[in-house]
């Protein structure tokens, strides 16, 4: 790829003298955010915006799906990049199913869409996908591993399931986002943990996951620094200890975030002496107190103060100090709290977003195309921070619908001129796994448990979260990744290539008989090059190439006849084994 | 159909420096050739890739343990508390009551009691105490195990060259990752000791044959998708799978069987997961895995210190003390390096909840074996603990150490993925009073 250069306003504001840094367009490879080595801190670095003046400036727009592709064309001309091709039928109806339902489209879901003539049909599917549960569920599970990945309370991990059907509520009624971000920030009152004995719903305390996240000494710390992070896709802790390394923000501005949860406390709730929740209180006093950079003994009272400058009034309330900075976080003048979401969502849907990682944004922090990625905010705030509307607008570009392809490196940035090959998350390997092969068992036994009077008394942690949410959460434990990791740096491991390579429930499924998945297709299929594609469009979605049904129709071929059926058991492990069937392409 | 070309980045000193191109090379070079003529280049190009004889064994303290209630007591100050200091092996040092195993055997060990560091904060320190680096946004660094893994490991090894052991390990510890060295590096996770890693057993019905004929018909049949975008996916999966079988088909499996062991000996570690995986970690690293983990967890005692910092103690001491007299009886512990630390120390202070808080200015770290000379005390802490009063120590000195220890040079530069030369340690100064 050509070199391309990077456009910004803070480099705008830069070139224009306000702030003394190095090249203005770099490379691909070299460039990177402004590192303190590179020399490029000028005194005026306080004259860099918070917010964008082209964010305050701009009047309301409404985007088409056709806006963005003409938007990002005139960009991408001036780059000499190659598009991709637009997606085949078949490659889109995997995409959009496992992009809104989680999951693999049934091989019928698949056939018809193929054989539908109408224009429109693209849209529609879209759109009934978007409608269905499928959507509130995935959804919901995408931003439940956002907070929760980042947990540093693991007891937290037991209330996820509330978490997340208090977001899937939330976004079947259509809420919007802000609102949704609004009660997350000032929820108070308990979660007991799954099971526990409460009166109130799962979804009615779930909002409160948010918040008990972190609990004890530093929680508040935590809590600051996930508002900013989850909500406004800064990264501003490691100011913390010092000021930011490569963005503007100063250890105050972090300490004085922090001020707003000042007095907001937790506490285990105990049923007789045993710990079966947590509760999210309010202190009536208290200040958050920040420690002196070279001697941790002294320490500084912090008033809060939020991020963009608004400072709310004297000695509020815990309350009050938690509504103020709602909305400081939600208000209109935020142009991060908008830009975040679009950009959540585009990298989700793209596989690579306008700032990489999409929790690496901020006033000095390089992006692609900042330009596009104000107007879809924009949009985004005029459609009330309507979730499904943001999903529909990107999803009927062609930009959306274009084919995949990787760079010359797996980290090349694609400027979006193709789809990037993202890793399926833990959640939709497992649904795929299930729509693939049925309902998969909890293990009768462990293997290699080895004699009783040689387990441990206590059980590890891991352990225990395996007993509460059997095989399917031991499962996803496995393939868990952080979802806000570029995806070129999520890997595999052996314990998942263990997991699809020998586990024995998984395994039984993928056999040869009466009710398994392969053996009704057996059954169906005389010939070998129908029960070959069969087998291709029930795995991986797809027909088989012409390459491909000949290898797999030789290999069956040499076995003999009385035992073909192990042939195709190979042919289905293979499938299911492939990094494909983990991939969205 | 097999094309490998083996871009090795060749430094002035032969060293290969884009590692991970490199890794990757050779992931899919082993896969596809099973390790002949590549190999011979690889050795020809990279003799430091052979393996030294050295190992290493982290015992990670995961919540920050208290020096007072560990190896720095300070009996009698109103900062030490009700702890008791209990004499050694070796005359003129004393340690905490609770670690009399561990006393009996202190000719091993070197205790430094001036460790420094500033993060206070559970994840960046427990990030910075695994890579030697604070967390970067910009750059993933690569754990202390695998940096060692992938700089004196065989690579013709089949089984994981790191292995973590103990709930909460693996990746799910920040920082405890192969970062920029790629996934051959990466830490194989064991939940349990007490049995088998899931899912190495194959499956009813599949033998080795089996199992190599899926492979070779999954190599067949990825090379459309592989044309169609997903090359580097593609390629990955490819090395892990071949992994993954390998360490499935290998006879060194059986390391991982602690019911291969007598009664007494799986006694002698103690029946906790702690001490179960100490047994683990001698039985992998006779075999001839590179690096072990074994985390502890529950010593972030803001409350109660003094009661959980004793059973705490009881685990580890019973657990550590047997690994290091085992590794010696067997004349493996001057080849194996074994660490015990954690993130951070905790305050002189004791608060209201009779708990200590988190202090990263003054806390203490011990090595044993690997040529560390023991039965020293390297570095103090002022009479309540407060200060470093001698030979204050940070953290890039000790992983100097750490390498200097496994014959690692400590100042060269490894290409990181975004181009930039990240050094092993950004820094530093080995300890020298650790090598005599």
New interface residues.
Partial sequence: MKSISKISWYMAAIASGLVVLGSLHADDKKSKTPDKNDKVYGKKLENVDIIPKEWLSTTAVKLSPAAIDEMLKKLQSQEGLKYTARTTDEQFVRRVYLDLAGKLPEPTDIKQFIADKSAGKRSELINRLLASDDFNKHWAKYLRDVVATRATEQRSKINEPKFEAWLAESIRKNEPWSKMVNEMITSTGEIRYAGGDSKKSDSEVGAGHFLLTHLGADANIERAADTARVFMGIQIQCAQCHDHPNDIWKREQFHELVAFYARTKDRPVREENRIVGFTIFSALVGEHRMPDKNDPQKTYVMQPKFLTGETPKKDLSDEDRRKQLAQYVTSDKNYWFYANMVNRVWGDLMGQSFYNPVDNMGPLMEATYPEVLLQLAQHFKESGTDIRDLYRLIMNSQTYQRQVRLGETADQHLHFAGNYPSRLTADEIWDSLVAVLGPIQQPQFRPGMGKLKDQPKTPNPADRLARRFGFEGQFKGVFAFDPTAKQDEVESTISQALMLMNQPQIQMKMRNGNDTSLGKILKSHTNDKDAVQAVYLRVLARSATPREEKISTDYIQKFPTNSRYAAYEDLFWVLVNSAEFQTKR | MLTHNLKLHLANDGLITHRRDFIKQVGIGAAALGGLSWMDQVRAAAPELRKKGMSCILLFMRGGPSQFETFDPKPGTSTGGPTEAIKTAVSGIEIAKGWERTAKLMNEFAIIRSMTS??????RAVYQMHTSY??S??I?YPSLGSMVASEIADPTFDL?HYVSI???GG?DVTGAG?GFL??SY?P??V??P?????????????DGK??N??LG??D??????AN???????A???A??Q???N??LSPHLASF???KEKDIA?ERYG???FG?GCLMARRLVETGVTFVEVGH?NWDT?DDNFNKTAKLAGDVDQGMSALIADLKERGMLDKTLVIWMGEFGRTPNINARTGR??YP?AFNVMLAGGGIKGGQVIGATSKDGKDIKDRPVNVNDLFCSFYQALKINPKKENMS???RPIKVVDGGTAVKELFA
């Fill in positions: 500033k993060e206070g904060n559970h994840p604070a967390p946004g910009s993933k994981p103990g709930g909460g990746q192969s790629g996934m990466a194989f996770a939940q349990d007490n049995r088998l890693p899931q899912n190495v057993e194959l499956p009813t019905g599949v089996r199992l004929r899926r018909l999954m067949a049949l990825s090379k459309d998708f169609a975008g997903g090359q580097s996916r593609v990955d999966q490819k892990i799978y992994s993954a079988s360490m499935v069987d602690l019911n799986r029946r906790t997961t179960q967890g803001h808080d988190h200015r993925s975004v181009g």
